[in-house]
């Protein structure tokens, strides 16, 4: 029986099909799921922008900023994976250490640079860019988490998946990945990853499942 969200109220998640339902047991669709990602990171990125510019204004000192904007991150990437995976509770140690690898990057890039706001060497402008740059990888580890979570698809069916463009600048590489249509699940690089726009990507992934012996059908189209 599907078990009640703990990120989501109101939701369940149901492991069999990888979805969630509302509260009038209906499933809610994929682009729902997605808005309320997107919500959520655009959300914490004003606050961590406003963080940066009092820092650069001076308003903030550097401790408290990399520990605050340290601490904000870490919720964000968590967050996102469990609501990738369908729970805090279906998170394993192989998300947790993804996890950790791509923090422990973050903090660094954090810590340095604080220093060169603090040294004059980095203009407010740039410091908001990175601060974007980093909720992009928040964005990437719910897509990384959901495909490792993702149940198979039932007998004689077969997940079809299609990138399509976010609310950001586009580059080369997402814009080919989106004129290829639906593809066959895993084939797709996910949002954020082989792309020259990296962490500054917003794209989505929409999935359907479809009868396995009709996916010839679907491939290449955006329908």
């Known amino acids: 029986m599907p078990k009640p969200s703990s990120l989501l109220p109101g939701y369940t998640y149901e492991p069999g099909t990888g979805r969630y339902r509302g509260g009038d047991g209906r499933f809610v669709s ?8 997107a919500d959520a990171i655009a959300g914490n990125e004003r606050q961590m922008l406003r963080n940066v510019t009092a820092y650069v204004e001076g308003r903030l000192d550097p401790q408290t900023w990399v520990a605050d904007q340290s601490l904000a991150l870490k919720r964000e990437y968590l967050q996102n994976a469990a609501l990738g995976a369908g729970g805090w509770d279906r998170l394993t140690q192989r998300d947790y250490g993804r996890i950790g690898g791509k923090l422990g990057a973050e903090y660094g890039r954090m810590a340095n640079l604080a220093e060169q706001i603090a040294a004059g060497e980095a203009t407010l402008p740039q410091a908001l860019n990175r601060v974007h740059m980093e909720q992009g990888g928040a964005h990437t580890v719910f897509f990384e988490t959901e495909r490792d979570h993702m ?11 299609r990138r399509v463009l976010g609310e950001s600048e586009h580059c080369e590489d997402c814009l080919t990945y989106y004129e290829q249509g639906w593809a066959h699940e895993g084939e797709l690089p996910v949002p954020g990853e082989a792309s020259q726009c990296l962490t500054n990507c917003r794209c989505m992934l929409l999935q359907k ?15």
């Open 151 to 161: 149940p198979p698809a039932p007998d004689g069916m077969t997940r079809l998946e």
């Open 30 to 37: 994929r682009g729902r799921i997605t808005d309320l990602l």
């Open 209 to 223: 499942i479809v009868p396995a012996d009709e996916a010839e059908q679907w491939i290449g189209t955006k329908g």
